[in-house]
């Protein structure tokens, strides 16, 4: 299970920076979904093995992920955060391209207004 820290309250316009630390460096993938109250639960960006990553159109431009291999994390740089972007971040890692996704506890980020 992947552990998570970073997140809390930002103002509209500000940063935040998000950590997920694997138990190993050699991960096929990991990534964040997030899900705000209503709303299902979408990908926001993921970052794979070889160190492409991809991103949801919302995110494109604002948000960065990174690999720390020495770290076995991999990290989301947020900038210009938006209230929409409020929402539960859940991280995730995948070992292998068919195998499961192992998830995090979640962390809040909330963007005021």
């Known amino acids: 299970q992947p552990v998570e820290s970073g997140g809390g309250l930002v103002q509209y316009g500000g940063s935040l920076k998000l950590s997920c630390a694997a138990s190993?460096?050699?991960?096929?993938?990991m990534g964040w979904y997030r899900q705000a109250p209503g709303n299902q639960r979408e990908m926001v960006a993921e970052?794979?093995?070889?160190?492409?990553?991809r991103y949801a159109d919302s995110v494109k431009g604002r948000f960065t992920m990174s690999r720390d291999n020495a770290k076995n994390t991999a990290v989301l740089q947020m900038n210009s955060l938006k209230p929409e972007d409020t929402a539960v971040y859940y991280c995730?890692?995948?070992?292998?391209?068919?195998?499961?996704?192992?998830w995090g506890q979640g962390t809040q980020v909330t963007v005021a207004p």
């Open positions: 190993r460096s050699a991960f096929y993938a």
């Open positions: 995730y890692v995948k070992w292998a391209p068919f195998g499961g996704a192992y």
């Open positions: 970052i794979f093995g070889g160190g492409t990553a």
